[in-house]
């Protein structure tokens, strides 16, 4: 059966692409793209007139909590909040537990995703055992069983000859290391950003100074090695400057922003309390405009949600001991929308790169173009669309958002894995 998408925007961000035209898929590719000549009868006919026909998008910072935390997601649920969100490629992230920091696990998760989950499934591998921080993961097995890059995410990595090791082996099997920034001595304790509303909050709060001073730290390290560096969800103005001026000296670096750090402040915190609790947290206006500008100007190529679930009872701890983290998936194209696109901040084919070929490249993945005989990884969007966050409505397994109520505009409508719908609000 062949399967054709007619009518719609078809964008292919790597070259620029943007026409009004079709797209037919058969046997699980992209088989045309451009005028129809024959339609026949047994044609699977997808009716895409006035919305977006992009690459499958790519989300490379993901928990999926697998092996570990079923109650907060497992791979299957998780692919399919990835789904409804109009994401078809992911990366997780290795604070499982077992953390992935030997092949076994990491086989674990890539089998799991091959045959439970409907998007494609890419892993991260830890850099060190247990995200301990202390002993170095093997690296070179890691990666060859098919890890994408190596991070210790959600914590730092504190030992500068470790680090410094670490960034050697990276460069010389040239892996990306992808960097959470915590300096751990200066930030412990705090829940939210560390100003006016944590001292409303009575909340110790998280200075800014310690994710800017791993970032300095990594771009040294990165700079010293030639390793390839991706820093992880940014969220300060200066952690911007950082990674802006390490490019303009040629250091290779790129760096993510995740939707809740360019759309909302901390004073989420005192309308939604824990669900506003994530790290980096969020932090300032200024904060938030600084992200924008590094979106829009290139120093950050990637947007990545951390998707990050926790269950009710946990978030319903005091501000103190609720964990980190938010549902980030389902609501990310909205608020790319949202914020960065119809507020004219981002061009749509800028906004789309940096959600499908900008991360795929970044991580080495195969996934986020729309071209004659790539995999037929597709979403359709309708950037008009109009919706109200409900996350009683999430595929995800977890709720903990604190864009509940908000009012977003764009939403993905249709969303196909190498030719298989496997979400789909069209009704086709
Ligand atoms: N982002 C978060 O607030 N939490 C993440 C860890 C992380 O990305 O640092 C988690 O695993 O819950
Ligand atoms: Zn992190
Ligand atoms: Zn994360």
């Given at each position: 059966m062949r399967t054709l998408i007619k009518n719609g925007t078809v964008i292919n961000p790597e070259t620029h692409f943007m026409e009004i035209t079709n797209v037919i898929i058969e046997d699980e590719k992209i088989v045309h793209i451009g005028p129809i000549t024959n339609v026949t009868v047994d044609d699977h006919i997808i009716d895409a007139s006035g919305l977006l026909v992009v690459p499958g998008l790519v989300d490379i910072h993901v928990h999926?909590?697998?092996?570990?935390?079923p109650q907060k997601e497992t791979i299957s649920s998780g692919a399919l909040s990835a789904a409804a969100g109009g994401f078809t490629s992911v990366v997780c992230m290795?604070?499982?537990?077992?953390?992935?920091?030997?092949v076994e696990t990491l086989e674990y998760v890539l089998r799991t995703g091959l045959e439970q989950a409907v998007v494609k499934v890419y892993s991260s591998a830890a850099l060190t055992y247990g995200i301990e921080g202390k002993v170095l993961t093997e690296m070179e097995s890691l990666k060859q069983a098919g890890a994408v890059t190596f991070t210790d995410d959600g914590r730092t990595v504190m030992d500068p000859k470790l680090v410094y090791t670490a960034f050697r082996k990276a460069a010389e099997l040239d892996v990306p290391i992808s960097s959470h920034c915590e300096d751990h001595h200066l930030v412990s304790?705090?829940?939210?950003?560390?100003?006016e509303v944590s001292n409303q909050l009575g909340d110790p709060g998280i200075p800014r100074l310690g994710e800017e001073l791993i970032i300095a730290r990594d771009i040294l390290f990165a700079e010293e090695t030639g390793a390839q560096l991706h820093i992880q969800h940014v969220s300060t103005a200066r952690g911007v400057q950082l990674i802006r001026e390490a490019k303009a000296r040629g250091v290779r670096v790129t760096g993510e922003g995740a939707p809740h750090h360019f759309s909302i402040t901390d004073e989420q915190a005192l309308l939604c309390g824990t669900l506003a609790k994530v790290n980096p947290p969020l932090r300032t206006k200024e904060d938030v405009e600084a992200v924008i500008a590094g979106l829009a100007d290139g120093t950050l190529e990637a947007i990545a949600t951390d998707h990050a679930p926790h269950t009710a009872e946990e978030k319903a701890r005091p501000l103190g001991e609720a964990p980190f983290g938010l549902v980030g998936l389902e609501t990310a194209v909205g608020l790319t929308f949202t914020f960065l696109v119809h507020s004219g901040r981002l061009s749509l084919m800028d906004a789309l790169a940096k959600l499908t070929v900008n991360p795929s490249e970044i991580m080495g993945l195969p996934s986020g173009r729309l071209t004659k005989g790539s995999d037929a990884d597709i979403t359709i969007l309708d950037p008009q669309k109009e919706w109200t966050v409900d996350p009683e409505q999430f595929k995800s397994q977890s709720r903990n958002s604190p864009f509940a109520g908000m009012k977003l505009k764009g939403k993905a409508v249709l969303t196909m894995v190498n030719g298989t719908v496997v979400y789909d609000e069209m009704l086709n």
């Amino acid at each position: 059966m062949r399967t054709l998408i007619k009518n719609g925007t078809v964008i292919n961000p790597e070259t620029h692409f943007m026409e009004i035209t079709n797209v037919i898929i058969e046997d699980e590719k992209i088989v045309h793209i451009g005028p129809i000549t024959n339609v026949t009868v047994d044609d699977h006919i997808i009716d895409a007139s006035g919305l977006l026909v992009v690459p499958g998008l790519v989300d490379i910072h993901v928990h999926f909590r697998d092996p570990g935390f079923p109650q907060k997601e497992t791979i299957s649920s998780g692919a399919l909040s990835a789904a409804a969100g109009g994401f078809t490629s992911v990366v997780c992230m290795p604070n499982t537990k077992p953390s992935i920091d030997t092949v076994e696990t990491l086989e674990y998760v890539l089998r799991t995703g091959l045959e439970q989950a409907v998007v494609k499934v890419y892993s991260s591998a830890a850099l060190t055992y247990g995200i301990e921080g202390k002993v170095l993961t093997e690296m070179e097995s890691l990666k060859q069983a098919g890890a994408v890059t190596f991070t210790d995410d959600g914590r730092t990595v504190m030992d500068p000859k470790l680090v410094y090791t670490a960034f050697r082996k990276a460069a010389e099997l040239d892996v990306p290391i992808s960097s959470h920034c915590e300096d751990h001595h200066l930030v412990s304790g705090g829940s939210l950003n560390q100003g006016e509303v944590s001292n409303q909050l009575g909340d110790p709060g998280i200075p800014r100074l310690g994710e800017e001073l791993i970032i300095a730290r990594d771009i040294l390290f990165a700079e010293e090695t030639g390793a390839q560096l991706h820093i992880q969800h940014v969220s300060t103005a200066r952690g911007v400057q950082l990674i802006r001026e390490a490019k303009a000296r040629g250091v290779r670096v790129t760096g993510e922003g995740a939707p809740h750090h360019f759309s909302i402040t901390d004073e989420q915190a005192l309308l939604c309390g824990t669900l506003a609790k994530v790290n980096p947290p969020l932090r300032t206006k200024e904060d938030v405009e600084a992200v924008i500008a590094g979106l829009a100007d290139g120093t950050l190529e990637a947007i990545a949600t951390d998707h990050a679930p926790h269950t009710a009872e946990e978030k319903a701890r005091p501000l103190g001991e609720a964990p980190f983290g938010l549902v980030g998936l389902e609501t990310a194209v909205g608020l790319t929308f949202t914020f960065l696109v119809h507020s004219g901040r981002l061009s749509l084919m800028d906004a789309l790169a940096k959600l499908t070929v900008n991360p795929s490249e970044i991580m080495g993945l195969p996934s986020g173009r729309l071209t004659k005989g790539s995999d037929a990884d597709i979403t359709i969007l309708d950037p008009q669309k109009e919706w109200t966050v409900d996350p009683e409505q999430f595929k995800s397994q977890s709720r903990n958002s604190p864009f509940a109520g908000m009012k977003l505009k764009g939403k993905a409508v249709l969303t196909m894995v190498n030719g298989t719908v496997v979400y789909d609000e069209m009704l086709n």
